[in-house]
């Protein structure tokens, strides 16, 4: 069972957004915590009242002004707002167009590279394995980056002939891993491997002898529920305005899966390869070099 969620309370929301209606001396504390959320998060309150030059009864004041029950309060719901990571608050130098057109080229690079360079091919082709032989594939992916990709999935298997279908709601995700048998695949994915629901379903799908190929960070909790761990490799840097390049990871494991399933199946693939081509031709026209989809 999941743990019980707790109401949800950002303390630097609070903060910036009721900062206008505290007095003069509150207004201090303001700006000495968003200056430095990691230092106010763990500074005594003596600390923080020198550094503010307020008394300790002033900054009890304004904790009770930005929501919080007390002081200490106000400094635990500080710390779990510093736990985010500094780059998330901290004020970041303006970077030139150009300047991050190329860093965001060379990100999508070197996670290409280095998840390529962790991969090993008999896990891959175990899951082609798992999928060539399973009675139906359902896919699941939650969020941003994983339901695009649990789609993209979907699409590389489907025109192989195979059956599969991808779910994004967990409510019905967990219905239809109650309904999997031992001949069955569920293909997770999360970048993470942390996301509660996914984890369940899981379990579920395993409970009734479902294989699970996972395709998910090492060591998470998803990897040690697969019975085929294609791991993706994620490191996230500071420069938190572009899109994660993690995605591009997850889309190489992708591209890798479906070819290895294709050449298992080689000449039948090439058959509906063929098909869908045709297919499209006749219906879009174009030359022949076109791709299959569009």
Known sequence: ????????????YHIRSNRDRLSATEQKIADIILDDIAFAAAASIDQL?????????????????VGCEDIRDL??????ASAVGTRFLADVPVVEESAF?????????STLRANLARFVEADFRA????????RLIYVGGMGGGST?????????????????????????????????????VLVLLSVTGVTPELLEVADIAREYGAQIIAMTAPQSPLAEKANVLLPVMTEETDFIFKPSASRYGVLLAVDILATELA???????KELLRRVKFALDEYRGGDNRLPLGD
């Open 263 to 269: 050449l298992l199946r080689k000449q039948e693939s």
């Open 49 to 65: 009242a020198t550094k503010a030059s307020v008394s300790i009864a002033t900054i009890s004041r304004f904790a009770k002004a």
């Open 127 to 134: 899951g082609a394995n798992a999928l060539n032989s399973a």
């Open 75 to 80: 400094k635990l719901k500080l710390a779990q």
């Open 101 to 109: 057109y190329a860093r965001i080229c060379s990100e999508v690079e």
């Open 148 to 184: 695009m990709l649990a789609d993209e999935v979907q699409y590389r298997i489907a025109r192989l002939g195979l059956p599969v279908t991808a779910y994004h709601d967990p409510v019905l995700l967990r219905m239809l891993a109650a309904t999997l048998t031992e001949k069955d």
């Open 1 to 12: 069972m999941r743990k019980n969620m707790t109401a949800l309370f950002d303390i630097v």
